[in-house]
Nanobody, 119 residues
Framework: QVQLAESGGGSVQAGDSLRLSCAAS????????MGWFRQAPGKERELVAA????????YYSDSVKGRFTISRDNAKNTVYLQMNSLKPEDTAVYSC????????????WGQGTQVTVSS
């Protein structure tokens, strides 16, 4: 079965960096667009970044543009989210998700990893 396993979350100070990883198994990774979502308590889930199989023209939400970088290694079936200049408002559970490139719906989801940024 398909599994998406996130790692790399933690507690940091404002201004610090973290790199999240999401290892995928059970799917043909190159056929999927990968996204990173986050959800803070009391807020709606937000797509913060997404990347297609080729890695070109990634998407970023306005809230993270210029600070976060999404990348993928198709040989390792892994997608990354490099988060720099973290702010307290970045505190959330971060989840990776996968959708077929031809679809608009994310079909597979990871369990999520907590990121906490203190001021």
């Amino acid at each position: 079965q398909v599994q998406l396993a996130e790692s790399g979350g933690g507690s940091v100070q404002a201004g610090d960096s973290l790199r999240l990883s999401c290892a995928a198994s059970g799917l043909t990774f190159s056929m999927y667009t990968m996204g990173w979502f986050r959800q803070a308590p009391g807020k709606e889930r937000e797509l913060v970044a997404a990347i297609g199989w080729s890695g070109g023209m990634p998407y970023y939400s306005d809230s993270v543009k210029g600070r976060f970088t999404i990348s993928r290694d198709n040989a390792k079936n892994t997608v990354y989210l490099q988060m720099n200049s973290l702010k307290p408002e970045d505190t959330a559970v971060y989840s990776c998700a996968a959708r077929l490139t031809s679809s608009i719906t994310y079909k597979y989801w990871g369990q999520g990893t907590q990121v906490t940024v203190s001021s």
